[in-house]
């Protein structure tokens, strides 16, 4: 018998389900116990290296974890993370994510209570979120944040395209002559660092004070250009300003503190601690924008939230369609139970298509925010029949993020 007089339940298979059922590649994982009808899921999605991950599962994580005890989350994590020896990375984080996140929603069926209330409870009613708007003009935007300001949405993140230009987060239109003419995706800074200012003044005239917008560097720019851009932003208040700068380049935070109080947010290419841990310390950003499986699961977000919580920095999860509908939830879950919460990116995509009939138990979204049910764990179910319906599509970059370069034919970060 448990501590708590419940028979003591035990991990006899590990499951990895793949499917896409709207395109993008989505890895969760099963985990089965020996009590009939008792199994959890957990997201292990990195949608470029899906394989390494499934591989990872299948051949390493699933012996280890077969015949263990479920109620032991933090013991299993532990030794599981030490198991390989060389640890964290993205393939390894995702990995344990997936058996992570299933063990915790086995323990909230196992509670009959949704995970969140393993955390201590609701701090707010609901999960305010913020939603994407882009267009290749300053009123194309304007436009999509309009249509989203109607249905109630108060946070925007807004991304114009630069003509002639890969944008990241829009399209935009024509391409411009590479030097080899061939090259499909062009880029280049310095367009895009000047456009970027013009957009916030423009939307900030159109829309108003009270509408809270976002906008994503995504890395793609020298960091004194970031340095420039950030000072440039502020006086167009945005609720932050995301990824001004690649991981590597994570001491320019210091740089750009210094002289802007543009709120940074940053995180989501994270992998481990010794990349994280310097900036909050120093309280050098403002939002820690992790994608959850990539640190690798629930267990590292929830200590990760709490760490950012004594320095003043917000959580901004990771939320974009990579992020299988479990991962979703896991965000979710510790959104409403985080004081230090800032803002949830939503993935508007996982509610149409396909994805509902194969993730059943998505939340309502209304009034700009999502709202959980009471349901125990992460309150949703896997149609794995449906799942397997949807396998991975055939891809010309095998899943890989295209390449992105400047005119001369440099490859940049994407
Ligand atoms: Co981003």
Redesign the pocket.
């Known amino acids: 018998m448990t501590e708590q007089g419940l028979p003591p339940v035990k991990v006899t298979d590990l499951k990895v389900i793949l499917t896409a059922p709207d395109g993008i590649r989505l890895v969760v994982v099963k985990i089965e116990t020996d009590q009939p009808g008792l199994y959890g899921y957990g997201c292990a999605t990195f949608t470029q290296r899906p394989l390494a991950v499934a591989t990872a599962l299948e051949q390493y994580l699933k012996p280890f974890i077969i015949g263990r005890d479920v109620d032991r989350i933090e013991d299993i994590y532990q030794a599981a993370y030490v198991s390989s020896y060389w640890r964290s990375g993205p393939v390894l984080n995702n990995a344990l994510s997936g058996v992570d996140e299933a063990l915790w929603d086995i323990k909230g069926k196992r509670a009959g209570m949704p995970v969140y209330q393993l955390l201590g409870g609701k701090v707010r009613e609901a999960v305010p979120v913020y939603v994407h708007a882009s267009g290749a003009t300053f009123e194309s935007v304007e436009e999509a944040a309009r249509r989203y300001m109607e249905q109630g949405f108060r946070y925007i993140r807004c991304q114009v395209g630069i003509p002639g230009l890969t944008t990241y987060g829009s399209r935009g239109g024509e391409v411009v002559k590479a030097l080899d003419p061939k090259q499909e995706r062009t880029w280049e800074p310095t367009p895009y660092v000047r456009t970027a200012p013009k957009l916030f003044a423009h939307l900030r005239k159109a829309l108003g004070d009270d509408i809270e917008l976002l906008h ?1 560097v ?1 890395e793609r720019i020298p960091p004194i250009q970031g340095v420039w851009l950030a000072k440039a932003l502020e006086e167009y208040r945005l609720f932050f300003l ?2 001004l700068f690649a991981p590597e380049d994570n001491d320019y935070f210091r740089i750009v503190r210094a002289q802007t109080a543009t709120p940074l947010a940053m995180g ?1 290419l994270y992998v481990n601690q010794a990349e994280y841990v310097p900036l909050i310390k120093d309280r050098l950003i403002d939002f820690i924008r992790c994608h959850i499986s990539d640190i690798g699961g629930f267990s590292m977000a929830r200590k990760l939230a709490a760490f950012c919580e004594f320095m003043g920095v917000r959580t901004a999860w990771h939320g974009p369609g990579d992020v299988s509908p479990i991962g979703h939830m896991a965000n979710f879950h510790l959104d409403i139970a985080t004081p230090n919460f800032g803002i949830q990116e939503l993935a508007l995509g996982m509610f149409h298509g396909n994805t509902p009939e194969v993730f059943v138990g998505l939340p309502e979204v209304r009034e700009g925010a999502v709202w959980l049910s009471d349901k125990p764990g992460w309150g949703m179910e896997v149609d794995e029949e449906k799942a397997a319906k949807y396998p991975f599509p055939e891809h010309r970059y095998g899943g890989a993020w295209p390449e992105i370069r400047r005119l001369d034919g440099t490859v940049v970060k994407p």
């Open positions: 994503d995504h995301e990824d989501e």
